[in-house]
């Protein structure tokens, strides 16, 4: 039962999350700035980032839970913490400020924070660490994105 529980509470701050990203970057992927911009060719159409994002969150939830349930730790907490902040505040830099190049930043810290939940814990959760490789492979593609725009604008 406290799995579940567990599992709960971090799909609430997950999708919260989401929900946090979503009204910093307003409208900006429909925005003019954004749609001027030279773009990378494998960029996926707009419906497959909310499939995408979906898909990351419930799976990182259940991984959260999971490590949570067996280190409940204050390292755990951090890098949670500082995932979510990096997660939630790329939206603003990048599609509100258009700041590309901090954004990229941004984005490689927050690909850094998931590489060290997926090698720090693999022992504690074995076959459980493939929830976070979504995130993990989807934080690639989206980085590579942002140093797209970044090297060709």
């Known amino acids: 039962m406290k799995l ?22 307003a409208n900006g992927p429909q925005s003019s700035w954004y749609i001027n911009l030279n773009q990378a060719p494998w960029t996926p159409p707009g419906w497959v980032f909310g499939v995408a994002w979906t898909t990351i969150m419930i799976c990182f939830s259940i991984y959260m839970a999971y490590l949570y349930k067996k280190l409940n730790t204050a390292t755990v907490t951090i890098l949670f913490s500082i995932q979510f902040v990096l ?6 830099i990048f599609f509100n400020l258009h700041l590309v190049g901090i954004g990229l930043t941004t984005i490689v810290l927050l690909t850094a924070v998931v590489a060290i939940f997926t090698v720090r814990y693999h022992k504690q959760l074995k076959i459980k660490t ?3 490789l979504p995130y993990f492979i989807w934080l690639c593609i989206a980085t590579s994105l942002n140093a797209y725009i970044l090297l060709k604008n």
Not at 4 to 19: E, H, P, R, S, V
């Open 4 to 25: 579940l529980k567990y599992i709960i509470i971090f799909l609430i701050i997950n999708f919260g999350a989401l929900a946090i990203g979503s009204w910093l970057m």
């Open 130 to 132: 493939l929830l976070i």
């Open 87 to 92: 997660n939630v505040i790329w939206n603003y």
